[in-house]
């Protein structure tokens, strides 16, 4: 069985623009991580050929910057796409995160279940905003779209 060139192998994120956070931010964050590089989908137009790819994350000057990479490191290419369109979305589901994880230290089981899907519902709006906008650019399915929607929400967290 061949190997698939089309994932990622690496993924790392600017800490620049990463701050470190809560610790249910931080365990997000390393389980969008680990899952993304479990199982993903993930093909530059142009370049699928080329993987698998090392992916470097980083937010600045109002650019979501994926800068893609051959495994052993050679530049392939950058895509950059604009971050206004995902703060509305990113802000909503931080604050339902929130009252979600005060619900689980309080609130009934049904209250928790009502946040939990909210919580869903808004990271599924955020990784289908994040597919389309990649689309012709790079590639990717509806899991690998749902794990990097997560690291653009970290990416979003300011001190």
Do not use: W
């Not at 192998?9 to 600017?14: I, T």
């Not at 995902?86 to 995160?97: A, E, L, S, T």
């Not at 994880?101 to 939990?116: G, H």
Request: glycine share 6%; proline share 4%.
């Amino acid at each position: 069985m061949t190997e698939r060139r089309n994932r990622i192998v690496h993924v790392k994120l600017d800490e620049r623009t990463v701050v470190r956070r809560k610790p249910e931010v931080e365990h997000e964050r390393a389980v969008a991580i680990f899952d993304l590089l479990e199982e993903n989908v993930f093909e530059p137009d142009g370049f699928a050929d080329r993987g698998p790819f090392n992916l470097h994350l980083s937010a600045e000057e109002g650019r979501l910057n994926f800068d893609i990479r051959t495994e052993d490191g050679l530049e392939l290419t950058r895509v950059a796409l604009p971050l206004s369109p995902f703060r509305k979305i990113v802000r909503d589901y931080f604050m339902v995160c929130e009252s979600y994880y005060n619900a689980i230290k309080k609130a009934t089981p049904a209250q928790i279940e009502a946040f939990d899907m909210g919580r869903r519902g808004l990271h599924n709006e955020g990784s289908e905003l994040l597919q389309e906008r990649l689309a012709g650019k790079i590639a990717i399915d509806h899991p690998t779209s749902r794990r990097l929607f997560t690291l653009v929400c970290v990416l979003h967290i300011r001190g």
